[in-house]
């Protein structure tokens, strides 16, 4: 048997840092530099991200995705407000109450929707029955979608559009957790501007981590008013660094020569490499079409038995979907680390 | 003139990475590796804490000085709660509202005190009279002391008991915040121990980023049962590292082979050559003896225009306190430096 | 047409108070008391209410529902807690989120539910499967049900036994919405105690508003232990009334010679009485069989017509079920209002 | 020795409802009314107000002092906002940590102030130097005054209009805690509005419950859009009453006929007969001239002893100022109550 012990399906956390960004930080560390983000490199960054995204914008880095998300939210509503999201999103499952804590103690309301996706004519539905104006109920204050979603599928622009439509029908703020959104921007091939504040995103949380940071994400604000208190925000939730450079260095290498797409394109090409291997097997299947880089397989138990034999890193199915496997790729997943897997699902190896 | 470029007395926070701690994080980057702290240099880290402490403890890796003392607080104090600490702490000063937010609302009493530092007596005498048990008053829960203070004086370990007497007596946690405890280790020669738990501290904001470190503390518990929370806190206030091993490498080669402590004693003898330094400068004095690597310094007009006229990085005096001036050094302070400014202070470059 | 303005059927809360509770308002209003309910009236109360649950409790007066259920919880969960609770729970649908605000942050778990009602089974694949000890979500803490529930249903006492040996099972405490306490216990015909801490109930919110007091419930705690924080956590929410005894002496009335009770059960008659008729009206049917003093009816647009055409208070149908009635019926309902009401629904006046 | 019974100068909170008061509450009590504020003597009360403040203005009503102030607070400050205010106010002593629970985490910055009272000049210094707009620091938001103050002494209109220039130079809201505001009208003979809107003040907590009301406050906005928020605030902290008409009856029977002033000017006389009573005592003396119903008066171990051999009510002098009482005198005190209190003092009785 081969060995697998560098086979990681578990997560895209669990890659190490892209080299062009170990070297940004090696680059950076020189003599002393204005601490909280007066320093050069952060407002390099903020200058870029213009760039890409095509408008005037404020940038904020900070150094995990929970962070971004729940500081950006935290600035869209009111501690008395309700944050529309689907039932699988991160800001649910995954972060332990952050949403409610930075929030003030606004709600979730959760939705179904296909494909791990809202769409716009259950949220303008649901909003609508809500009792905007009424003391006794939370009141509507935005609504948050994650690109790439959850299930590894994509919002396109249309469809961001029409939901930043029913925001701006209620009143409400739009925000993107875009933890994945390298990989969305990769496998739609729009330009970010197109799926985001033209479509009525008001707030991005920009990843980098994911996909081959060592720990930073930006807060994009397209709605220049809105930035106004996060600054304090940030500090108050403890994630202002001392030593910012060492926050921007990653992100300017990340943005520098389209590092985030090509690295995106990878993982992204793998999770496709991988789908194509499952469809094959014989009794697996996908749940959804991989557009990034996560897929859902249903496996057969030979199959997951396959696996639990070997030191392959990935999370078991859950007791709930004992036959539902989630795999995730990320840029360090090689051709070869794929193939491996697939040969493993087979029991060729 | 010289060039003064690199002169920079703002803050420690100014300091680049120590080279042995970038080499770790490239060490690091290899492969993939489990997120969220599951990973072995995390349980490397806590050993070794263990070691130096000479006692069982838990340690949480963070990223900023300001997350170590709020989470800490978080699980000390109960949202009606209050925190004793100095009118100059971290905590009161310089955190927006940080402790506040994250124990869901406790209150800061703060309290004057010789040369940053509390007594035991006046804490006793305050929280005498502060109606333990009375439903119409926050409830005293906490001290947090600062060590090395904000003044740049250290608690001696009788000082430090004193206080854990009291905090006993009532029924209250005692706190250290912990962002200079390297520096006052090494100007204390005392051992780790007998300045924190032995004396009655629960818990402990072990700081590394101001000595050298990219962006790391550990949160230290010397009280395993208070800690049970913490994961939970740490996540849903948005610290819980995805890439875990990039913290846990800074603090491993923080604390091999003592440098911490070699570090920390490099910071505290450019301030002692830089006090020393001042000390025979006409009409100029220092307002405490420095213990540690922070100065405050009573000068001229005559001297703070020459630092004026220059390109060296320090904060002037506020307006309340014209003539005084706050300087730090760190690690990366190098006796050329101090010399430097010494020469420029009085005029002679 | 008959003078129908003295009809209300859209909540218990638009009836006036008992003459037995405001005499004994103006019995108590007489020269001096203790502020803080540190008066005779308030001990006797929790004296009368130990007998009453034949056990020893803590009591504590406040004025709003609201009020007592959510103080009630935030002794229960910690901020990254866990709340399950019917999707149509009062704390979820009409408290604007005040248990978001008072438990700092804790969620709400939405159920489905059978009749209003949740269940045992499903509350246990529900915690089985919500990550209990692992930091990335949020932690299960609390199980709040409502007797009567939100539909006008009853939980039978091996019903509530079965719900506390979940809370048991998982380590959650279980809170019991009693709004319309009263309403269950005269319809139930059950001892206090049976549908309470004998089934495993922590805390009760044990209301009197509704069933004809002027603004008062009592927050019953049968696991004193976790009373110890409450008196803090009430001050702190402004819900310490100054003038205790005003809020006891209505307590006092309400539980003198079973007035609660007596009461409760001519709230419930008329729900009864009025269920009989409408079952009685071609195409009319009721979603539920009422056992309190809520009733759900399905009505044909006709006679929706009629009662639009009156002064009649109560709620119209939503826009999401057009064809779906509320009616609420209080001590004050009399026999003729319901006949009349009956009269008018079927064209007869 | 005669009957001392009755005697109370622990608070203005231990007397009675006003019979006017309890006959408008049994006034109210008849047939249904539409719950939560709906209602017409809600409506009434607003108009009343408006009459006597000269003014358009928002007046909610709610049940206790607390939650007038914190509430109000919560819609002038964000959660990393700063309240200056006395060392003494209520909101700083009283109450539990309500107002940093009810802002989300703003901190109360405690200055000094001879008399109770702060000073523009005071506030003007330290609000400069509080770093508006540096993300370290907490943001000034607001300055909250009390009036009556907790020595019992009034500000004139043009301290309060100097306070409000002070809040306007740096953008803050203004604040008054008028738990007492009666008592100082009727000392004052100002008009309402000279000491409210005209002089600066956004929010006033205009007291009713210690000048023999029930319970019951209203929180009286000058400032229009800062009250959008008021009502969902409100009802998420538990504050909304169903029955809302009892407690807007209390407001409108202490509102017609001028009956506020004519019961605060007896509480100020009584308050004024006592002063004198003790001016002449030898060896006693008042700290502050009494202006409302609160004096502090320095008195004789022998005084002291007196009074502890009786069942009089009050709060016997600290163990910090052991020389010092605080005596309170109320709507229902009587001339011959302040008289045998005085014949105890001396010894006559």
């Known amino acids: ?19 062009e960004i170990m070297e940004a930080l090696a680059r950076a560390n020189s003599g002393p530099a204005r601490a909280y983000g007066n320093d050069p490199l952060t407002m390099k960054v903020e200058a870029k991200l213009k760039e890409i995204f095509e408008c005037d ?46 929030t003030g103690g606004a709600k979730l309301a959760l939705m179904e929707g296909e494909m791990g996706k809202l769409s716009a004519g259950a949220l303008r539905t649901k909003i ?6 009424v003391p006794h109920h939370a009141q509507p204050a935005a ?3 994650t690109q790439a979603s959850e299930c590894g599928t994509l919002y396109r622009a249309d469809e961001i559009s029409a939901i930043g439509e029913v925001a701006k029908e209620f009143g409400l703020s739009l925000h993107m957790d875009g933890a994945r959104f390298a990989n969305a921007v990769a496998s ?11 479509a009525g995103v008001d707030v991005l949380s920009f990843g980098a981590t994911k996909n081959g940071a060592m720990a930073v994400e930006a807060v994009v604000f397209f709605d220049l008013e809105k930035a106004r208190e996060f600054e304090f925000r940030r500090k108050r ?6 030593k910012m450079r060492y926050l921007s260095a990653q992100l300017d290498a990340y943005l520098a020569n389209d590092l985030w797409l090509t690295t995106a394109r990878k993982a992204n090409a793998a999770a496709a490499r991988l789908a194509e291997g499952i469809n094959k097997i014989e009794g ?21 038995a396959r696996l639990a034999k070997t030191d392959i890193v990935y999370y078991p199915p859950s007791e709930a979907q004992p036959d539902v496997m989630r795999l995730v790729t990320s840029w360090d997943t090689r051709e070869a680390d794929v193939d491996l897997m697939l040969d493993v699902m087979t029991g060729k190896v």
Chains 1, 2, 3, 4 share one sequence.
């Open 237 to 242: 939730g403890a994630h202002l660094f001392s």
């Open 1 to 19: 048997m081969p060995d697998t012990s560098r086979l990681n399906f578990a997560s895209d956390n669990a890659a190490p840092v892209l080299p």
């Open 284 to 304: 697996a299947s996908l749940l959804y079409r991989p557009e990034a880089n996560i897929l859902f397989a249903r496996l057969s138990q030979e199959v997951i």
């Open 128 to 133: 609508r029955h809500a009792g905007q104006g």
């Open 57 to 102: 914008l404020k940038a904020f880095p900070v150094a995990t995705g929970t962070s971004a998300n729940v500081l950006g939210l935290s600035v869209l509503t009111p501690p008395f407000g309700v944050v529309y999201c689907h039932r699988l999103a991160h800001i649910e499952e995954d972060e332990c109450g952050a949403p409610e804590f930075y």
């Open 143 to 145: 609504i948050s979608i």
């Open 188 to 198: 739609l091939n729009a330009a970010p501007a197109e799926i985001t504040w033209k």
